[in-house]
């Protein structure tokens, strides 16, 4: 049997063979969250577009201070201010244009006015509580570059540059398929003996739209050549890509692994990675295809560590690696595996730092496992643990 592909060899193959991503549109910016950009932004206007205020108060020069000074103008936010006379202050309040001529804005703390005349307590310095112009954005920048996957900030940015629909990738069509005679579907009535429910069909169309793609549901696929021939070839024609799960290891049972080879070719099988080592990956008919093992934490933690990067390149996303933090542990394990091991843990912060604690039950099929921990932890391949070792940790909101 070949041996075990290391996880970081696994991923540079994944991320070497993302093909080009899908076309771009025009997608208005309400529905544009979570999409990636297809070309550099930059900006045509300053932000904010004119100096202004950053307080309620009074706008006027500082070498007219102590004063007092008479006011001149009240300007509320959306008006247009007037020229400062020299010698006289401003109303005005935040977010309106500093008038001309003005250089400090006091804030109405400091101030009396006391019959139109305005009396100032404390020290004034110039350039007070004024928000330059393009103190935020400045004219010509690039605002957000291409590859990038927008977040609800970054449509604030673009809205505030007067941007309303954006140029970003299609999003991917993912054909997802979960083999295994014992599925059923929740909802569908009681289990019959040697049943379970298709627990990874919701959790996996979920991941793949919390990436912004596609689900073309191709529901459940019996365990034998011929079904899983059929469903990969159906699959790899309605979609971009292919996800399945289950049927990838070496049982008599597993036939994604050998339907690939036949109908397509075969780039990856099994990772040195624990949970998840019978991860396969190759084409069908230029279609890309990842079959993610059947047990639900496998299942999950490959999705995240494997098909994810995958996914988001093909997508067009330039940076598709997850945050790795650092944690020291909060447990102590003698045995050491052969694999890279990715353990469910919670990480929280006490006196002495960030410390991870794994869930007790660490078995592939304990899904709760995964629900009731926030992070992943990686041992490295042959590596014992002592308590208060420092481990690469990334949060689970990080990797979906
Ligand atoms: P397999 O990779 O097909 O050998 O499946 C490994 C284990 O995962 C078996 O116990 C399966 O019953 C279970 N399993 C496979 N597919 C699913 C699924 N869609 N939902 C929940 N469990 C599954
Ligand atoms: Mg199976």
């Known amino acids: 049997m070949t041996p075990l592909v290391p996880v970081a060899e696994a991923l540079d193959t994944l991320l070497s063979k993302a093909p080009p991503p899908p076309h771009s549109e ?6 544009a969250c979570g999409a990636v950009l297809a070309a550099d932004v930059v900006a045509d206007i300053a932000v904010p577009p004119e ?17 007092p000074l008479p006011v001149s103008q009240r300007i509320a936010a959306g008006q247009a201010p007037r020229l400062l006379l020299p010698g006289t202050a401003a109303r005005i309040f935040t977010g309106a244009p500093v008038p001309p001529g003005a250089d400090t804005v006091v804030m109405q703390e400091q101030c009396t006015e006391v019959n139109g005349a305005l009396e100032v307590r404390g020290e004034v310095r110039a350039g007070d509580n004024i928000r330059l112009r393009g103190q935020d954005i400045v004219t010509g ?6 590859g990038r996957r927008l977040r609800p900030e970054d449509l604030g940015l673009l809205a505030s540059i007067g941007v309303g629909q954006v140029r970003v990738r299609r999003a991917l069509r993912v054909a997802l398929l979960a083999t295994g005679d014992e599925l059923v579907e929740p909802g569908s009535g009681p289990l019959q003996p040697g049943q379970i429910y298709n627990s990874n069909r919701f959790m996996l169309a979920a991941l793949l739209r919390s990436l912004g793609m596609e689900v073309v549901d191709c529901g459940r696929v019996a365990d034998t050549p011929a079904a899983t021939a059929d469903a990969l070839l159906q699959a790899a024609g ?21 339907q690939v080879e036949r109908l397509g070719s075969l780039a990856l099988w099994r990772l040195a990675i624990k949970p998840g080592k019978p991860l396969a990956f190759g084409e069908v008919g230029g279609v890309p295809l990842l079959g993610l ?11 995240c560590l494997l098909a994810r990067p995958f996914l988001l390149r093909f997508q067009g ?4 690696e997850p945050l790795w933090l650092r944690a020291r542990a909060g447990f102590t394990r003698d045995k050491a595996d052969r694999r890279e091991e990715y353990l469910r843990v919670t990480l929280s912060s006490g006196e002495s730092g960030m410390r991870v604690v794994p869930f007790a039950n660490q078995s592939s099929g304990v899904l709760s496992s995964v629900c009731y ?20 940790v990334a949060l689970l909101d990080s990797l979906n």
Do not use: K, Q
């Open 26 to 31: 025009l997608r208005p910016l309400h529905g």
């Open 141 to 146: 920048a690039c605002l957000l570059a291409r």
């Open 293 to 303: 093992p059947g047990n639900p934490t496998s299942s999950f933690v490959t999705f």
């Open 51 to 67: 100096d202004n205020s950053a307080m309620d108060g009074y706008a006027l020069r500082a070498v007219d201070m102590p004063g």
């Open 317 to 320: 996303v330039d940076d598709v």
């Open 373 to 392: 921990s926030n992070a992943l932890a990686r041992i490295p391949a042959a590596t014992t643990v002592a308590e208060g070792d420092w481990l690469d």
């Open 238 to 258: 309605s979609a971009d890509c292919v996800l399945s799960t289950g049927g990838v290891s070496v049982g008599d049972e597993d036939h994604v692994r050998s």
